[in-house]
């Protein structure tokens, strides 16, 4: 279990940190989600034992992690935001070496190797690798020594499909499976599921938080997830919860020098490029990291429709719809440019039936 409480952390007189409680059960995945400057630096110091509490108590497990670092490594797995694998080895020998830091035998390394898709790529140097393969291999070492509790820092940062795809599946499975418990009596023994000891099955006792910029791909994933604001949490948000399908209200767009949150009713449209959805708006375009379907997903309930494969369009600001032929129809916008989206002769279909013209 993973428990904070009172939890406060003053730097230079200012609060970067102050929450009341957070809870993450055995079986259960919950997410702190904040962009830059929320707190989130300061709290993956507190939960690694980093810096120690101004007031309050962070456990994990059993463990206070800044005053136990044996234990906080035996019984912790982290994925950190950045791989930190060495290049110039091959994925196997990444593992190896750290099964020799946690005195595991050199057959879990190809345990984990299978369990994360990597048995093909075991001779393979990570500079070989494609990002995303990368990222699972680095999952691979949080989960190498099976601890009981797993902080994932954006764990599917620079991950293609496939990768979130298999991560957010092991991820679920080593919560609610026990697949992440530490049965240190059981290293090396035949399991019927790799890293799930046989007398163990079905009872769960991992725990699992991460720390994301936004909720992108948890929605589906989380029991929980608490929104992050200058330390703060104001809210505990269930995903599976109906009446919180409409979240965010707000749109994260990453810039340079900041993060621009845009509201969706001043989106005009979307459009995929280059795998990537950009928003327009009466001010101009912002690229977003969502693909167009998890920013579909976003913005379930909001009047927003895929008016084709590569658009999604707001319909407040539509105006006009224009056949054309009668497999040809377009939108017009109410813009100043009254831009024009094309509709698909299906999607065409839809709205009719949607709008009842």
Known sequence: MIELRNLQK?????PVIDIAALTVHPGEIAAV???????????????LGKTHPTAGTVRLGDVDPAADKAA???????LFAEDG?????????NLVFQCRLHGLPKGRADEVLTQVG???????????LGSGLARRLAFGRAILHRPHILILVDPFARCDEASITLLGR???????EEAVGRPTEAVGRPTEAVGRPTEAVGRPTGAVLILADDDAHLLPLCDAIYPLDKGRISQVI?????????????????????VALVNPGDILYAMAQEGRAVLHTHTGSLPTQFTL???EERLARSGFFRAHRGYLVNLQHVKEIIPYTRNSFTLILDDAGQTEIPLSKTAASELRELLGY
């Open 72 to 78: 906080f490594s035996q019984q912790v797995g982290v």
């Open 170 to 176: 092991l991820i679920r499975q080593l919560a609610t």
């Open 293 to 295: 379907a998890e920013l």
């Open 118 to 128: 990597l048995a093909d790529r075991a001779n393979t140097r990570v500079e070989k």
């Open 85 to 93: 694998l060495y290049k110039s080895q091959s994925a196997q020998a």
């Open 238 to 258: 269930n995903p599976h919860d109906a009446q919180h399908n409409t979240l965010p209200f707000k749109i994260p767009v990453k810039l340079e020098d900041k």
């Open 10 to 14: 003053v730097i230079d007189q200012t």
């Open 33 to 47: 989600v904040g962009p830059a400057g929320s707190g989130q630096t300061a709290l993956l110091d507190l939960l």
